[in-house]
């Protein structure tokens, strides 16, 4: 009797997770390797009749760090939440900061976004999604030449840089501000709440490449102090202070071994 109550529990907190995980969104398709990190933006476009923007996150990650976009040129973190619109891209704002046809990188112009001159040949670069728009940039080849990872792009971006097989730009003149490094410090472990999971180490050298330290302190991390801000993996892969880039842009928190990288005593 014990047993089939148990069995009938067993499968009522069964269904009710499962139930909950779909109410939560989390059993979601694992994107493609080229569309990891994609996002589409449509805060104006369909309203303006038009389709919306399709920004392939890898292509300029592989050029460019995460801090430049997002603190000097001032993307909000979260897709939809900056509010680009054509006329900020034409003053120099926003994407315009470099698709202004002027501004040059790897000895070539960057086109220039919303120009109004060549619409039909312009708009579509930005502007294609449910478009068969060719890219001057091809995926397979780029990926095909990095080390490899298991998740994400499929390619280890950290090791790339490591390599010197990507030099990402930190700096763009008339934009950002020239400052001394900070002393960075060296890495650290955090603790676990589950007994036997290995702990996790955590590199502020590794992270300030990419990041500096603005993008993290004080908008997701409050403190500067190691165990200052208090989280969980629950709020992680809600989106939430690992989670804003973690499962987005940089390598998914499916990759446990990544950061829970301490051996076990």
Not at 5 to 23: D, G, K, N
Not at 95 to 114: E, Q, W
Not at 144 to 154: I, Q, V
Not at 169 to 181: H, T, Y
Request: hydrophobic share 35%; aromatic share 10%; with cysteine.
């Amino acid at each position: 009797m014990k047993k089939i109550i148990f069995i009938c529990i067993l499968i009522v907190l069964t269904v009710l997770a499962l139930a909950f995980a779909q109410e939560r969104g989390v059993k979601k398709k694992r994107p493609l390797p080229q569309d990891y990190g994609k996002t589409v933006i449509n805060n104006f476009s369909e309203k303006s009749r038009m389709a919306p923007v399709v920004f392939d996150h890898w292509l300029h990650r592989s050029r460019f760090t995460c801090r430049l976009c997002h603190s000097d040129i001032g993307f909000e973190m979260k897709a939809g939440a900056t509010g680009i619109k054509a006329e900020d891209n034409i003053n120099g704002f926003y994407c315009g900061t470099c698709h202004n046809g002027k501004r040059v990188f790897d000895n070539k112009a960057v086109f220039r976004a919303c120009d109004k001159g060549k619409r039909d040949e312009v708009c579509d670069r930005c502007h294609s999604l449910g478009k068969d728009v060719k890219r001057e940039n091809n995926f397979s080849e780029f990926v095909a030449k990095m080390p490899k990872e298991r998740f994400g792009n499929g390619m280890d971006w950290e090791q790339a840089e490591k390599e010197n097989l990507i030099k990402p730009i930190d700096f763009i003149e008339d934009v950002s501000v020239r400052k001394k490094a900070m002393p960075i410090q060296k890495d650290f472990t955090l603790e676990t709440k589950v007994s036997g999971l290995p702990e996790i180490i955590f590199s502020h050298q590794k992270h300030t490449v990419w990041n500096g330290c603005e993008i993290c302190h004080p908008d997701i991390f409050t403190g500067v102090k190691k165990g200052s801000t208090k989280y969980s993996m629950i709020e992680i892969f809600d989106g939430k202070f690992c989670g804003v880039c973690h499962g987005k842009v940089a390598f998914p928190n499916m990759d446990c071994q990544r950061c829970h990288a301490k051996p076990v005593s």
